[in-house]
Nanobody
Framework: VQFVESGGGLVQPGGSLRLSCAAS????????MSWYRQAPGKIRVAVAV???????SYADSVKGRFTISRDNAKNTVYLQMNSLKPEDTAVYYC????????WGQGTQVAVSS
């Protein structure tokens, strides 16, 4: 099982980024996929989830600003992040439900003027 996150970077408040996570080693199309983030000195928390049918849910802190999506043909899950705030600064990871303990290297997002 492998997750490879990409797309992070430095962006000004109000800006946008699109994160990607390429997954392998399991049946992606039937997996519930999540994006997590871990800010400095804080625990890792889930921010968005998408199930195999495309149903989504979001943490209150990102609702209305972030959109999770998936492309089963590419075994990839995305996180479109708009109206970014400094408090969104964190390392972002993806994970598949049922594969706890498997993490990628993450992708760093920094929101600062």
């Amino acid at each position: 099982v492998q997750f490879v996150e990409s797309g992070g970077g430095l962006v000004q408040p109000g800006g946008s980024l699109r994160l990607s996570c390429a997954a392998s080693g399991f049946t992606f199309s039937s997996a519930v996929m999540s994006w997590y983030r871990q800010a400095p000195g804080k625990i890792r928390v889930a921010v968005a989830v998408i199930d195999s049918a495309g149903g989504t849910s979001y943490a209150d802190s990102v609702k209305g600003r972030f959109t999770i999506s998936r492309d089963n043909a590419k075994n990839t899950v995305y996180l479109q992040m708009n109206s970014l705030k400094p408090e969104d600064t964190a390392v972002y990871y993806c994970q598949a439900r049922g594969w706890a303990g498997y993490w990628g290297q993450g992708t760093q997002v920094a929101v600062s003027s």
